[in-house]
């Protein structure tokens, strides 16, 4: 079995992929840092945004992807994941 160069589709799943990977592993050490619960989960009015700033554009399917683990960290810790994304000229 030969293996080729990756498809532009290949390339464009493995760059979603690691970002998703990023965003749970950020997600992991900002769960980790809290030591107690921000308040008593359900009401959207206690929930606490956190900017989450990262290289690049946004991807096609970022808003519903966001949606969904908002409304995990809305029920479970009280927070609302913002994404930020940051062009790389300014990142210098």
């Known amino acids: 079995m030969a293996y080729g160069p990756l498809s532009n589709r290949q390339r464009g ?4 992929k690691e970002r998703i990977g990023l965003l749970l592993m950020s997600l992991v050490l900002l769960m ?3 030591p107690q ?15 989450f700033m990262y290289p690049g ?3 096609p399917d970022d808003r519903l992807v ?3 683990i908002n409304r995990i960290l809305a ?3 009280g927070v609302k994941l913002k994404l930020v994304p ?7």
């Open 75 to 77: 029920q479970r810790i």
């Open 13 to 16: 799943m493995n760059f979603l």
């Open 32 to 34: 980790t840092s809290v």
């Open 86 to 92: 940051v062009d790389w000229g300014e990142l210098v």
């Open 66 to 68: 966001l949606d969904r």
């Open 57 to 59: 554009a946004p991807m």
């Open 37 to 51: 619960p921000l308040h008593a989960a359900g009401s959207d009015s206690d929930v606490t945004e956190v900017s």
